[in-house]
């Protein structure tokens, strides 16, 4: 006959009882979590599936039916279809143009920390587009956007400190912000530099204005071309490369451009 020891039962009936508690609980987590991602890819997935009707990728284009699934997915708070879905109605694809609706949904996404809407909601602020203007409403969502890295938001908040919109007008920080953007190979970013040492009217500055124009001509921007054609030809440096600016400006619909290769021949 053996003895029991009470105490030593007591010990391993409490030591199970916590060990099912934690797998329960565990298994509950478990759950939760796997609902939760369930839910994250449901949200994607609308928003993918609205991506393809917009582009056409793998179906018919219907904005329409891309309008549906952005919406889908922004109402449970996707803040990429939040923004998707607000250019839709900026633009007036797949359903009325709505620019107080644009705004609602810009500002979903941008409270969301979504650089691009930010930038979009600027801009609604600084057109007055479903929001009354404010030109320092405009800035403040422009520099959220910018100092994410966003570049055509720091090219933008470049063009209010150099005009003095919404902020104490500051030459230094629109060429700093420029500069942001032009590092990331933005082409209004390499045209304001070359505006910005333009106006400078020094010959070492115009040469760097060139050099900028030049950079953005490149990428195909027609007054760029025309600017950089037609300082070539009044300097007669390249009367070559003068015509080719221009024609490429000219065939862009650049009416100034045309008229000048008009005077060259």
Known sequence: ???????????????FFVIICFLVNSCKQTVSDSSAEAVQDEVLSQYNLGVCYYN???VEQDFEIAVYWYRKSAEQGYAVAQNELGSCYYYGNGLEQDFEQAAYWYRK?????????????????????????DFEQAAYWYRKSAEQGYAVAQNTLGICYYNGDGVEQNLKQAKYWFEKAEEQGEMMAQYNLGVYYFKKN????????????????????AESQYILGSYLSVNKSDFKQAKYWLKKAAKQGHV??????????
């Open 1 to 15: 006959m053996k003895f029991v020891n009470k105490n030593s039962s007591m010990k391993k009936i409490i030591v």
């Open 56 to 58: 056409g990728d793998g």
């Open 109 to 133: 996404s941008a409270e969301q920390g979504y650089a691009e809407a930010q930038n979009n909601l600027g801009i609604c602020y600084y057109n007055g587009d479903g929001v009354e203007q």
């Open 202 to 221: 020094t010959i070492n500055d115009m040469k760097i204005s060139m050099y900028w124009f030049k950079k953005a001509a490149e990428q195909g921007h």
């Open 256 to 265: 100034e451009a045309q008229n000048h290769l008009d005077k060259l021949k």
